[in-house]
């Protein structure tokens, strides 16, 4: 098979600064290097890869459609602890128990209102 990984998504939003304060305080990303491109944005890492690339001024109007794009997940760890961080961040989710998996997913909305499914391989 000619693919290997999913490399990164872009999420074009209305204020980098907020989306950036979102993804590295509540889902504990890091804001990292990032090319000297002519437009506002940034990019976020977990480990040494920049999975989430923000750009700026592009969302405005906000976006209407993006084809038939519905969410992106993460594999996730402490789900206790995740729970806690956003209840101290005021951002509101919902949990689902997968049946027949060991599986936990929590859903929450970035400040764009993009859908993200962090997926807890056996906790509950």
Known sequence: MPLASLDHITVLCADV????????????????????F????????????PVVHLVGDRNKEGI????????????AKDLIGMRRRLQASGVTF????????????????????????LNFRGET
């Not at 002519?38 to 890869?49: C, K």
């Open 94 to 117: 919902e949990e689902r128990a997968v049946p027949g998996r060991p599986l936990h997913q929590v859903f929450i909305h970035d400040p764009d209102g993009v859908m993200i499914e």
């Open 17 to 36: 600064d907020r989306s950036r304060k979102f993804y590295s305080e509540v889902l504990g990303m890091k804001d990292g290097d990032r090319p000297p």
């Open 38 to 49: 002519d437009f506002p944005g940034a990019w976020l890492y977990v480990g040494e890869r």
């Open 64 to 75: 209407k459609t993006t084809g038939s794009f519905d969410h992106y997940a993460f594999d």
